[in-house]
């Protein structure tokens, strides 16, 4: 019989005076597109370092404390972290880490939720991404696993951390295969501990997602309406709307909307295209609209953006 010992963090509910720290939170930009899609942050927090400051993102987070502490605020819930300790966050989540013992060594890896759904629908690419994107009480996002599960995910993030700075031929492919590695051997375990959070959620719809993913793949350049939209899928627009929020933890529109800036960037990177025809070509109606998202998402607006990609490409050329 596998063994339940606990392996969640229980946090307990942060007070009235302690949510302060909603109101600051911002969106994290961490330049991830289609051709980048998982991005690594690595590093150490001194003691007379700026503090970390709370975000959410559209994207999937799997991070891990290597020294140090921390007390994790996850939406109104709060509990401490300890080396080894793992934090998983899907789009959409509020989070912060209030540092509590210097220094505090940590490597955290971003990923779009294609990385996953790419694997296929019928595979279990969905069951990875939906350990991110379920609704989970608070306690589930943080996990503390024993220690040859500890052993071997440290392995594997440094893996990454290595692959991501080297910049080798093959590098998106291999941080690709290291990341599912990691993935599998953390639910593997899980399962072996009879503990499956966010179980109760696979059953989402995923051929509708699958439909609507094709659909937004294939039509992102021109206008696109959710009536329009659930009538190629098949659906009513109640459905569409709640499968996809379930299924990748944002709303359609907002996946559309990064999925054209990420096209755009991939114009910008890879032609000599203006800000202005890779907006249209992407299906943007207006410049200003287009400058507004991608600041909002990348932390620069486009032009500048542009200009550091061409320097980088020119620096390794």
Same mark, same amino acid.
């Given at each position: 019989?596998?063994?339940?010992?606990?392996?969640?963090?229980?946090?307990?509910?942060?007070?009235?005076?302690?949510? +302060?720290?909603?109101?600051?939170?911002?969106?994290?930009?961490?330049?991830?597109?289609?051709?980048?899609?998982?991005?690594?942050?690595?590093?150490?927090?001194?003691?007379?370092?700026?503090?970390?400051?709370?975000?959410?993102?559209?994207?999937?987070?799997?991070?891990?404390?290597?020294?140090?502490?921390?007390?994790?605020?996850?939406?109104?819930?709060?509990?401490?972290?300890?080396?080894?300790?793992?934090?998983?966050?899907?789009?959409?989540?509020?989070?912060?880490?209030?540092?509590?013992?210097?220094?505090?060594?940590?490597?955290?890896?971003?990923?779009?939720?294609?990385?996953?759904?790419?694997?296929?629908?019928?595979?279990?690419?969905?069951?990875?991404?939906?350990?991110?994107?379920?609704?989970?009480?608070?306690?589930?996002?943080?996990?503390?696993?024993?220690?040859?599960?500890?052993?071997?995910?440290?392995?594997?993030?440094?893996?990454?951390?290595?692959?991501?700075?080297?910049?080798?031929?093959?590098?998106?492919?291999?941080?690709?295969?290291?990341?599912?590695?990691?993935?599998?051997?953390?639910?593997?375990?899980?399962?072996?501990?009879?503990?499956?959070?966010?179980?109760?959620?696979?059953?989402?719809?995923?051929?509708?997602?699958?439909?609507?993913?094709?659909?937004?793949?294939?039509? +992102?350049?021109?206008?696109?309406?959710?009536?329009?939209?659930?009538?190629?899928?098949?659906?009513?627009?109640?459905?569409?709307?709640?499968?996809?929020?379930?299924?990748?933890?944002?709303?359609?529109?907002?996946?559309?909307?990064?999925?054209?800036?990420?096209?755009?960037?991939?114009?910008?990177?890879?032609?000599?295209?203006?800000?202005?025809?890779?907006?249209?070509?992407?299906?943007?109606?207006?410049?200003?609209?287009?400058?507004?998202?991608?600041?909002?998402?990348?932390?620069?607006?486009?032009?500048? +953006?542009?200009?550091?990609?061409?320097?980088?490409?020119?620096?390794?050329?």
């Amino acid at each position: 019989m596998a063994s339940k010992s606990r392996a969640l963090v229980a946090p307990h509910p942060t007070t009235s005076s302690g949510l +302060y720290w909603l109101v600051d939170v911002e969106e994290s930009r961490e330049p991830l597109h289609e051709l980048r899609p998982i991005w690594v942050r690595h590093g150490t927090h001194q003691s007379g370092d700026p503090p970390p400051h709370p975000e959410r993102h559209p994207y999937c987070e799997f991070g891990i404390l290597l020294e140090g502490g921390a007390l994790t605020f996850i939406e109104g819930q709060e509990a401490g972290r300890r080396p080894g300790d793992l934090l998983l966050a899907g789009p959409g989540v509020p989070h912060w880490a209030k540092i509590t013992e210097h220094p505090v060594r940590f490597i955290t890896v971003y990923f779009l939720p294609s990385v996953l759904v790419e694997l296929g629908l019928e595979s279990d690419g969905p069951k990875l991404l939906r350990r991110f994107t379920a609704r989970q009480s608070p306690c589930e996002h943080i996990v503390r696993p024993d220690a040859k599960l500890r052993e071997q995910l440290t392995r594997l993030f440094e893996k990454l951390v290595a692959e991501f700075e080297g910049r080798q031929f093959g590098r998106e492919i291999k941080l690709r295969i290291l990341l599912i590695e990691q993935l599998v051997e953390f639910l593997r375990w899980e399962q072996r501990k009879g503990q499956n959070p966010g179980g109760a959620e696979l059953a989402v719809d995923w051929k509708v997602v699958g439909l609507t993913l094709e659909y937004l793949r294939n039509n +992102y350049a021109e206008p696109v309406y959710a009536q329009n939209l659930a009538r190629a899928v098949g659906v009513s627009q109640s459905r569409l709307k709640a499968s996809f929020k379930n299924a990748l933890g944002l709303p359609w529109c907002k996946y559309l909307q990064i999925y054209r800036v990420r096209r755009a960037v991939v114009l910008l990177s890879a032609s000599h295209c203006t800000v202005s025809e890779a907006a249209y070509a992407v299906g943007f109606e207006s410049l200003s609209h287009f400058n507004a998202v991608f600041r909002s998402l990348m932390g620069r607006p486009p032009s500048e +953006y542009m200009h550091q990609l061409r320097l980088e490409k020119n620096h390794s050329d």
